[in-house]
């Protein structure tokens, strides 16, 4: 998910969000999952031109080895890590945040919605945002700009 935040609840809104749907029997794992929607949200940012931007996630070894530029063990997830920090490398990023899932609920209602649908769910128009998503934007902007209001640089930051 790609949310722009601004200095307050007001200037702020969902970007881009990617929701697919858990596959029982399929080879896909929860961190491969994670992975891919971090690829398609840094993709989104980048075509879209969306910066400065603070990557948000509650994966720390994720938000670790993209910090660290340190790429998974496994063949297959490599190729999806060096995908992601390209795009990365071609944005702004102000920085690489690991948040508690307790302040990032907007992905666990993602998380959630993603496990009773049936059908993959991109972008923000094209998915009419279910309002269990929007109705905890409020509190994860508010928890982030209370930690990091006095660090942000100038204009709007978008997180993933």
Same mark, same amino acid.
């Given at each position: 998910m790609v949310a722009q935040v601004g200095m307050s609840?007001? @200037?702020s809104r969902i970007c881009w969000i990617d929701i697919a749907? #858990? &596959? /029982? !029997?399929?080879?896909t794992t929860k961190y491969r999952m994670e992975h891919l929607g971090l690829l398609? !949200?840094? &993709?989104?940012?980048y075509l879209h031109r969306w910066a400065p931007l603070y990557v948000v996630g509650s994966s /720390?070894?994720?938000i670790r080895q993209q910090r660290m530029r340190t790429p998974p063990k496994k063949k297959t997830? &490599? /190729?999806?890590f060096w995908q992601g920090r390209r795009f990365s490398d071609g944005l702004a990023i102000a920085g690489w945040k690991c948040v508690p899932k307790t302040h990032n609920r907007m992905a666990t209602k993602?998380? @959630?919605?993603?496990? /009773?649908?049936?059908?993959?769910r991109r972008g923000v128009d094209s998915m009419r945002l279910n309002s269990l998503i929007r109705s905890?934007? !409020?509190? #994860?902007?508010r928890?982030?700009?209370? &930690?990091h209001a006095e660090r942000k640089p100038q204009g709007l930051q978008t997180g993933t």
């Open positions: 609840l007001v @200037e749907p #858990d &596959k /029982t !029997g399929t080879q398609h !949200g840094l &993709k989104a940012c /720390t070894v994720i997830m &490599k /190729t999806i993602a998380a @959630e919605l993603a496990a /009773t649908s049936s059908r993959r905890q934007l !409020g509190s #994860d902007v928890n982030w700009l209370d &930690k």
